[in-house]
């Protein structure tokens, strides 16, 4: 199974900051990651699939890049209603795998 | 737009199966692939398999000896069942679509249903 690793597991931060989360594949899935965006008491929502591509009605002020191993999601200018877990997630190869989550909580 | 429910019973007992469905609207479940995904409570999430509407599967190798998908094109749903289920399978399991194209994303996903296993 490929692994994801993110990093940090969890950060503080202010509104308006920017901020990246890191994900990390255990071996190359190319441009197959997916991120999402998590909610207490909701499902995820996806945010950016293949590595950069926003999904229809995500703010602009989401991003997403990289290939291979490493891939970055970075949020310009964080608004309130941004504080929630962040997961990544390969689609590169079957048993699909999710990272572990980053929380990004108000200073 | 696409709609997903999830729906079952919130608690089963050890060494019982497990069901629930997912019920699809605003759109035809004859398009997509369709996929069934759990997060244990306060953790992360954890990808259970895929199902198209012909019937053709992919599992998590993990789960695989315990889990069947299958679908009812003519109910529009798609449905779980894990057999022999243990505390470790308490979590929320939702319903998601998947991606188009080869592109194994899920959106949308349900709102998702807390499944406890406990006697």
């Known amino acids: 199974d490929i692994q994801m690793t993110q990093s940090p597991s969890s950060l503080s931060a202010s509104v308006g900051d920017r901020i990246t989360i890191t994900c990390r594949a255990s071996?190359?899935?190319?441009?197959?990651l997916n991120w999402y965006q998590q909610k207490p008491g909701n499902a995820p929502k996806l945010l950016i699939y293949?590595?950069?591509t926003l999904q229809s009605g995500v703010p602009s002020r989401f991003s997403g890049s990289g290939s291979g191993t490493d891939f970055t999601l970075t949020v310009s200018s964080l608004q309130p209603e941004d504080f929630a877990t962040y997961f990544c997630?390969?689609?590169?190869?079957?048993?699909?795998?999710f990272g572990g989550g980053t929380k990004v909580e108000i200073k | 737009q696409v709609q997903l429910q999830e729906s079952g019973p919130g608690l089963v007992k050890p060494s019982e199966t497990l069901s629930l469905t997912c019920s699809v609207s605003g759109d035809s479940i004859s398009t997509y692939y369709w996929s069934w995904i759990r997060q244990p409570p306060g953790k992360g999430l954890e990808w259970i398999g895929n199902?198209?509407?012909?019937?053709?599967?992919n599992y998590n190798p993990s789960l695989k000896s315990r889990v069947t998908i299958s679908v009812d094109t003519s109910k529009n749903q798609f449905s779980l069942k894990m057999s022999s289920v243990t505390a470790a399978d308490t979590a929320v399991y939702y319903c998601a679509r998947v991606g188009g194209g080869g592109n194994n994303w899920f959106d949308p996903w349900g709102q998702g249903t807390l499944v406890t296993v406990s006697s």
């Open positions: 997630q390969q689609s590169y190869t079957m048993p699909l795998t």
């Open positions: 199902i198209y509407y012909s019937g053709s599967t």
């Open positions: 293949a590595a950069s």
């Open positions: 071996q190359s899935i190319r441009s197959y």
